[in-house]
């Protein structure tokens, strides 16, 4: 599922391309894909879109009527835009099986929205509906945010003292953005084992902890995020962050800093990528984590 640096990396382009364009057509193929329906689009036509800016993991387009095209791009969710300059290569792709949506735009502009297992989602919101909406509504502080500090996360976490450490980051009520990828890759530049309890971290670490999130988020954002599988720039191109992954994807790798093969485990379910030597557990056991590989192909 791309994280805040390929959700923001997506935004930033969005808002460059689209910004002041009319919506002059919708299709889509399913009323899955578009909930709202023909009701949605009758909306939809006639609108401009005024700006395009990041919550979370979704992505808001704010429309001149008020109302808000909520895009949440999940698993395999892909958004494209084409123009009349747009390389063939990308344009001759387009539709194709994956796609779900249509938006056809003023000044022969189109935004494509692809979605290989139909698990995202597109909503249109009323200013009402967007206040309840159960994600936006629910989401914790963003680490990019320049209000929010190590001080934030510290009592936010402080009030999670049995959890452990991955699993607290990964909540989005606690920090809004963060997914598999950044907290396998902040924890390592922190020195902190995934399996710590919150309550087992002294302030200096959870200090370097948020340093580390910030310094991983803005690094995976000048490289256009991560691509695993799905995940496209608007352009069609791919996201190179995980060229130069600490741990992520690794497994059996010599550590960037001490050479020991990295190691995957999972915690709470989730595969998880850490140095048994930078990021020692220490005297605190392990509960709920298998080990999945030592050593072997790297394994995402």
């Known amino acids: 599922m791309p994280e805040l640096p390929e959700v923001q990396t997506i935004a930033t382009a969005l808002h460059a391309a689209l910004c002041g364009k009319i919506i002059e057509a919708v299709r889509f193929d399913v009323p899955r894909s578009f909930p709202q329906g023909e009701e949605g689009v009758r ?64 000044k022969e502009c189109t935004l494509w929205f692809n979605d ?8 249109l919101l009323t200013p009402l509906e967007r206040t309840l909406h159960p994600y936006l509504s629910t989401l914790g502080p963003d680490p990019l945010d320049p209000e929010v500090s190590a001080k934030t996360l510290e009592t936010i976490l402080q009030r999670r003292p049995t959890h452990r450490i991955k699993p607290a980051l990964l909540d989005q009520h606690n920090l809004a ?8 890759e902040a924890l390592f530049l922190a020195g902190i084992h995934p399996e710590r309890r919150v ?18 988020l803005t ?29 992520y994807g690794r497994t059996g790798a010599p550590c960037r800093r001490c050479n020991t093969p990295i190691e995957k485990s999972k915690v709470s379910g989730r595969g998880t990528h850490f140095c048994p030597r930078c990021q020692s557990l220490g005297q605190e056991a392990p509960s709920s984590s298998t080990p999945a590989s030592k050593g072997g192909r790297n394994t995402p």
């Open 43 to 106: 909306r939809l036509i006639g609108q401009r879109i005024d700006t395009v800016h990041r919550e979370g993991k979704a992505i808001l387009l704010e429309l001149s009527c008020q109302e808000t095209l909520l895009i949440h791009l999940r698993m395999t969710g892909q958004l494209l835009v084409t123009t009349p300059q747009s390389p063939e290569s990308l344009k001759e792709t387009l539709p194709n099986s994956s796609t779900r949506m249509e938006f056809s735009l003023s």
């Open 116 to 123: 290989t297992r139909r698990f995202g989602q597109v909503t």
């Open 177 to 184: 953005g963060l997914g598999n990828i950044y907290c396998d």
């Open 199 to 216: 309550g087992s971290l002294s302030s200096a670490e959870l200090h370097r902890l948020f340093e580390s999130i910030r310094e991983v």
């Open 219 to 247: 690094l995976s954002l000048s490289k256009g995020g991560s691509t695993r599988r799905d995940y496209r720039l608007v352009d069609g191109k791919e996201g190179r962050y995980l060229e130069e992954a600490f741990v």
